[in-house]
């Protein structure tokens, strides 16, 4: 058993990209390197739970920050360790009380939106009411665009590969961890997992660290990123993609900033704006998407 309360964990190593042949429109043949995705099934108490299609960049984290997304473990420690075998593509998962009523609560699968498929045990709804996000969470407009240039100027596998999406937490405009996965709920999951193990969620240890804590997607904002953003006590998030209508909601029920469409100095925020301290507008306010009027009062 670790130090501390927290779970014993291997370090499983994998390849994240592999080297292919291809043939250009040309008739040319050279390689390229590709994401090089591959399955971990995971057994919690020798029981199967869930199969997961990822890169396995950080799989311990994964599979943690994924039982604690989807409400099965309350806290880090109540997981003793976590072995991962990738010759067998297995995550061990052991407890130290068991789950309690885990086959009642993982009988009921939701699939996500997620690429790569996700899913999500239960109702996504059921615990909602109960997130309370802190009041006094806020992002400067010009920390902002600093965490978008910082993810621009970050050397990554979709650089060299493509075919996967990025997540990054922040403590304001500073990086603390990018995860890359073939699904961007992996992403966060694997963020999930390393902030268990950081004190971040837990009171486990010294504390977090000092600062707000932003959450940097290159996916869209569906109801589950928002959900999952929220348990992670993350109340600022940030996508260069778009929002869906329940990821709306969601973000609206909960107190949570959501910030789309951000590339360079361009961005729309959906929902909850007095978060967001404007202090280093343009100019002139433009058009951030084809087909949409934003007024200057914004």
Not at 129 to 137: F, H
Not at 218 to 241: C, D, P
Not at 260 to 279: E, H, P, S, V, W
Request: aromatic share 6%; with cysteine; charged share 20%.
């Amino acid at each position: 058993m670790a130090s501390g309360g927290l779970p014993e964990l291997t370090q499983a190593q994998a390849p994240l990209t592999q080297t292919v042949a291809v043939v250009n429109e040309f008739g040319q043949h050279g390689t390229v390197s590709i994401p090089a995705e591959r399955d971990l099934t995971v057994y919690v108490d020798k029981r199967e739970l869930v199969t997961l299609m990822t890169l396995g960049a950080h799989p311990e984290w994964l599979v943690l920050g994924y039982l604690l997304n989807q409400r099965l473990v309350g806290s880090v420690e109540e997981i003793e360790s976590i072995t991962v075998d990738w010759e067998v593509n297995a995550a061990s998962v052991k407890t130290r009380h068991g789950i309690e009523r885990i086959e009642e609560r993982t009988a009921k699968r939701v699939v996500t939106t997620g690429c790569g498929q996700g899913s999500v045990f239960g109702n996504l709804m059921d615990e909602i009411d109960n997130i309370r996000l802190p009041d006094d969470v806020v992002l400067r407009q010009s920390q902002l665009y600093g965490i978008v240039n910082a993810i621009r100027l970050k050397e990554s596998t979709y650089k060299s590969a493509g075919s996967v999406h990025a997540c990054a937490l922040f403590l304001d405009d500073t990086l603390q961890l990018f995860v890359e996965d073939v699904g961007r709920h992996n992403a966060v999951d694997t963020i999930a997992g390393w902030m268990a193990l950081n004190a971040c969620f837990s009171q486990n240890g010294d504390g977090p660290p000092q600062g707000q804590k932003v959450f940097y997607t290159t996916g869209r904002l569906t109801s589950e990123m928002v959900i999952k953003s929220a348990q992670m006590g993350v109340a600022v998030v940030v996508s260069r993609s778009g929002i869906t209508q329940m990821g709306l909601d969601v973000a609206q029920q909960v107190g949570l900033c959501a910030i789309g469409r951000a590339t360079n100095k361009r961005f729309l925020c959906y929902a909850n704006a007095q978060r967001l301290i404007m202090d280093a507008m343009p100019a002139e306010p433009s058009i951030t998407v084809p087909g949409e009027r934003v007024s200057s009062d914004v």
